[in-house]
Each structure stands twice: as structure tokens, then as C-alpha cells.
Nanobody
Framework: QVQLVESGGGLVQAGESLRVSCAAS????????MGWYRQAPGQQRELVAT???????HSADSVKGRFTISRDNAKNTVYLQMNSLKPEDTAVYYC?????????????WGQGTQVTVSS
């Protein structure tokens, strides 16, 4: 029904930048929320940032001022620009899409992309 494909992860040094992208395909409703979550080894998955189809954003305190989420609704694509990366940002980054149909929220996840920040 909905497929999410991430790209753009990799290995960078502390202080550098990286942008990850996520393209959604399938049955996408005009009103939805897309976002990024991350999971480090031995840690729970945590929210990084979200953006509604109307452009409202929310970010975790740990990334505010460093990460920027944006989206292209025409392409059903969400981006996460990550600046001033720190070793503690190392994690698998997962794309997420939430959309409602008939009062029920459906959540979709990408396969994840690894981001590694070396010190």
C-alpha cells in the first residue's frame, strides 16, 4: 500500500553535514505526517523530527538548531538536513509516514538508513 525508501545515509566526521531523503509511494493521502526517527544500538527508537503536509514541524530538543526537516508534497518526499553532526547522532534513521483513513491512523516505516558520525 505504502512504501518508504530512504537514501543518503553514510559515514561522516563530527561537525560535518549529511542529508537523508525518503520517498513515499503507493496510496498517499493529501493530509499526513512524515517524519524521521532514529535508533542507536541498545537504545529505543526515538523521534527526531516530524512535518505535516501543511508544513508544521516538530523536532527533538537534541537536534534543534542542527537538523532541519522539509518535504516536497508533489514528490511525496521528506528530507532531513543534518548539520554539525555529533558522534551521538550515530544511529539507524527511519522514515515514517502517518495517515488517517476512516478514523484510523496507519503508520508506515522505511527500512532505515545508517548514519555514522566519527569523532
Amino acid at each position: 500500500q505504502v512504501q518508504l525508501v530512504e537514501s543518503g545515509g553514510g559515514l561522516v566526521q563530527a561537525g560535518e553535514s549529511l542529508r537523508v531523503s525518503c520517498a513515499a509511494s503507493g496510496i498517499i493521502y493529501s493530509i499526513n505526517v512524515m517524519g524521521w526517527y532514529r535508533q542507536a544500538p541498545g537504545q529505543q527508537r526515538e523521534l527526531v523530527a516530524t512535518i505535516t503536509s501543511g508544513g508544521s514541524t516538530h523536532s527533538a530538543d537534541s537536534v534543534k538548531g542542527r537538523f532541519t526537516i522539509s518535504r516536497d508534497n508533489a514528490k511525496n518526499t521528506v528530507y532531513l538536513q543534518m548539520n554539525s553532526l555529533k558522534p551521538e547522532d550515530t544511529a539507524v534513521y527511519y522514515c515514517n509516514l502517518d495517515q488517517k483513513r476512516l478514523g484510523r491512523t496507519y503508520k508506515y516505516w522505511g527500512q532505515g538508513t545508517q548514519v555514522t558520525v566519527s569523532s
